[in-house]
């Protein structure tokens, strides 16, 4: 299906793998989160905060200009943080 002239599968939006889960004390990521984090080497279940994974996902971002898949995931996780851990 094409929406804003953007092939999307459908399925994706229902896999299990890009569902948030809680994977340590209050950091909810999905597991494609996850699987793109570590391979920058930037293990998130050793992270004690969302903060501490952003801080580690921009300094990988200054070395590496090229990472587009990681900077997506950056504005991911601080998106989802914004809406549930902001008070509004």
């Not at 929406?3 to 999905?30: A, T």
């Not at 920058?40 to 580690?56: A, H, R, T, V």
């Not at 200009?65 to 989802?80: H, M, P, Y």
Request: with cysteine; net charge negative.
């Amino acid at each position: 299906m094409k929406i804003n002239n953007e092939e999307i599968n459908i399925d994706d939006l229902v896999d299990q793998k890009y569902m948030h889960k809680e994977i340590n004390n209050n950091i909810f990521l999905s597991d494609y989160q996850c699987e793109v984090l570590l391979s920058y080497n930037i293990d998130p279940y050793k992270c004690g905060s969302i903060e501490e994974i952003l801080f580690q996902i921009d300094e990988v971002l200054e070395d590496d200009s090229d990472a587009d898949e990681l900077e997506s995931i950056s504005r991911e996780i601080a998106e989802f943080n914004y809406y549930a851990n902001t008070n509004k």
